[in-house]
């Protein structure tokens, strides 16, 4: 079994700052994959980062990387320079590598960019 | 479009109807998941398919819950004797893998079906 915590319901950032939200997991899987997804008010859920469990190196998507702490099982999304256009729900998910591609999710972070 | 599409949108039922929601996934895509998600959670795992094939259908909360995709590329979740519980949005989401089990693919999401049961 695999399961997500976000610990932060809700974030205010300012305009421009950078933004740390939170992601420990736990799970029995010796591989598997993690990810962010961002939901904004409309509904879509968009892909923003991955990292892999044996990624050497922490995953970077332009303004988003990941903060990955195998030891620590924590895998926390980093925006820099946040916008206005930021400001959703952010959602952390694991799935194992091998097998069922089904993926857990936790409750989310919703995030505020203040102008 | 490229993405995901479900239909419909908004769908409003009353208690005892029964509902069916569509999906059709990115051209090509193999996997394709349902997910439910209640009112400010994360999305909850339903049901999975390979190609026509249903492999996981442990998520399906009742057997008034259903899915099919039986050609391997539009999927439908009906839902039968509606229950007020039964009230959320419902994500479509497909990814496309050459071998079973590659975990690094993300699952592209469709913008949701809100059901509303009254």
């Known amino acids: 079994a695999q399961k997500i915590t976000q610990t932060q319901p809700g974030m205010f950032v300012q305009e421009k700052e950078a933004v740390t939200l939170d992601c420990t997991y736990d799970?029995?899987?010796?591989?598997?994959?993690l990810f962010w997804y961002k939901q904004p008010s409309s509904g879509e859920m968009i892909f923003l980062i991955y990292?892999?469990?044996?990624?050497?190196q922490n995953a970077t998507e332009g303004r988003y990387s990941l903060n990955f702490q195998k030891a620590r099982k924590s895998a926390n999304l980093v925006i820099s320079a946040s916008q206005l256009g930021d400001s959703a729900m952010y959602f952390c998910a694991m799935r194992p590598y091998f097998g069922n591609e089904k993926l857990t999710f936790g409750t989310g972070t919703r995030l505020t960019i203040i102008p | 479009g490229a993405g995901v599409s479900q239909s419909p949108r908004y769908k409003v039922a009353k208690r005892g109807q029964d509902v069916a929601l569509r999906c059709d996934p990115i051209s090509g895509h193999v996997s394709l998941f349902w997910y439910q998600q209640a009112l400010g959670q994360g999305p909850e795992f339903l049901t999975y398919f390979q190609n026509e094939a249903q492999l996981d259908k442990s998520g399906l909360p009742s057997d008034r819950f259903f899915a099919e995709r039986p050609e391997g590329s539009v999927s439908t979740l009906k839902i039968q004797r509606t229950q007020q519980e039964d009230s959320a949005v419902y994500l479509c989401a497909s990814t496309w893998d050459r071998q079973a089990g590659v975990g690094n693919q993300p699952q592209h999401f469709g913008d949701g079906t809100r059901l509303s049961i009254l």
């Open positions: 990292q892999g469990s044996y990624d050497q």
């Open positions: 799970t029995s899987d010796p591989s598997y994959g």
